[in-house]
């Protein structure tokens, strides 16, 4: 919608989007969904039944000399993940983990890169894969 110098951009909520991917999220154990899931996207096949939608205020908190972009957002009926580009502002190398990106509502959280040191002025991938209602399935 354009107006007055501005664009919004209008997004339902993305919360309990259409059937198939509850049905895909209800038919296996938790757990097996999440790691078919995460495997999907780190593979750049997400599945069918998983939606993109707009980047809008996707956050995640790093320390100082890092900076998250969100590049990418799929939703589910219980599950969102989000793809954040990180990029390391220093000039020597920080070490990265999982653990850094831990925080209220997340259920998994992948790294392009291993575990260990990302050089100063690099930059990786992290997927971080939440619950959209906080809670457990």
């Keep these: ?62 320390s100082g000399r890092l900076r998250a972009s969100a590049e990418k957002v799929w939703t589910g009926h219980h599950l969102k993940v989000v793809r954040y580009r990180l990029d390391n502002l220093s000039a020597s190398s920080q070490i990265v983990r999982e653990s850094d990106f831990w925080q209220p509502g997340t259920r998994a959280i992948m790294l392009s890169n291993p575990v260990g040191p990302l050089i100063g002025g690099g930059s990786m991938q992290v997927w971080v894969t939440t619950s959209e209602t906080g809670g457990t399935r």
């Design 1 to 62: 919608m354009k107006g007055g110098g501005r664009t919004i951009q209008l997004v339902t909520e993305l919360t309990g989007t259409p059937s198939p991917a509850k049905v895909w999220e209800e038919s296996s154990p938790y757990e097996s969904v999440l790691v078919e899931l995460n495997k999907a996207v780190r593979q750049h096949r997400v599945p069918d039944e998983y939606q993109p939608v707009p980047v809008t205020f996707e956050t995640l908190r790093v």
